[in-house]
T-cell receptor, first 117, second 115 residues
Framework: GAVVSQHPSWVICKSGTSVKIECRSL??????MFWYRQFPKQSLMLMAT?????????EQGVEKDKFLINHASLTLSTLTVTSAHPEDSSFYIC?????????????FGPGTRLTVL | AQKVTQAQTEISVVEKEDVTLDCVYE???????LFWYKQPPSGELVFLIR??????QNEISGRYSWNFQKSTSSFNFTITASQVVDSAVYFC????????????FGRGTSLIVHP
């Protein structure tokens, strides 16, 4: 089955530092990847849609200069949280859309828990 | 615009009880997909089911069953004989059959099953 991995699974960093999260589709090619953020006891909130080889499309209210997204290949997208602050602490989940699948199904990664001190 | 409503924020049951999680949706699309996901404390979303809007047949998978009623725009999820391992947050989601393929998630229902 389609597998999406994320690395790291959790990270703790100091305020002001930048953190990079990787999202990989392991056994399929993903022309489109999505990044979500989930605060405790809340639903998933779509942050941005990332298309391979082009700029990401950010949802309203998401700062593109703070959350840098790079989708350099068909199997890898990265989210960099720049100058992280405690309010950026959250659970970040990526999903990848199988380019070959007719249903355009999304497969979710296991998530990355970011804690900013 | 699409909307998914999970009115139950938290449900608490005792093991072996049956429990139904409600999901009501709104969409102007004529074709769409409905999903249920389970999110245990570890955080990983576990896919449970996908239902095409054309298929209103109810589905049963072990202790899980789903009731899709297009007339009331509902897609409810029932767990029979609940177990402690069923404790998790359950999300209902809706996405169009084409276009951006981006799902709209409900707020989730936290299910706590006590031994």
């Amino acid at each position: 089955g389609a597998v999406v991995s994320q690395h790291p699974s959790w990270v703790i960093c100091k305020s002001g530092t930048s953190v990079k999260i990787e999202c990989r589709s392991l056994d399929f090619q993903a022309t489109t990847m999505f990044w979500y953020r989930q605060f405790p006891k809340q639903s998933l909130m779509l942050m941005a849609t990332s298309n391979e080889g082009s700029k990401a499309t950010y949802e309203q209210g998401v700062e593109k200069d703070k959350f840098l997204i790079n989708h350099a290949s068909l199997t890898l997208s990265t989210l960099t949280v720049t100058s992280a602050h405690p309010e950026d602490s959250s659970f970040y989940i990526c999903s990848a859309r199988d380019a070959s699948g007719g249903l355009g199904e999304q497969f979710f990664g296991p998530g990355t828990r970011l804690t900013v001190l | 615009a699409q909307k998914v409503t999970q009115a139950q924020t938290e449900i608490s049951v005792v093991e072996k009880e049956d429990v139904t999680l409600d999901c009501v949706y709104e969409t102007r699309d004529t074709t769409y997909y409905l999903f249920w996901y389970k999110q245990p404390p570890s955080g990983e979303l576990v896919f449970l089911i996908r239902r095409n809007s054309f298929d209103e047949q109810n589905e049963i998978s072990g202790r899980y069953s789903w009731n899709f009623q297009k007339s009331t725009s509902s897609f409810n999820f029932t767990i029979t004989a609940s177990q402690v391992v069923d404790s998790a947050v359950y999300f209902c989601a809706l996405r169009p059959s084409g276009g951006s393929y981006i799902p709209t998630f409900g707020r989730g229902t936290s299910l706590i099953v006590h031994p």
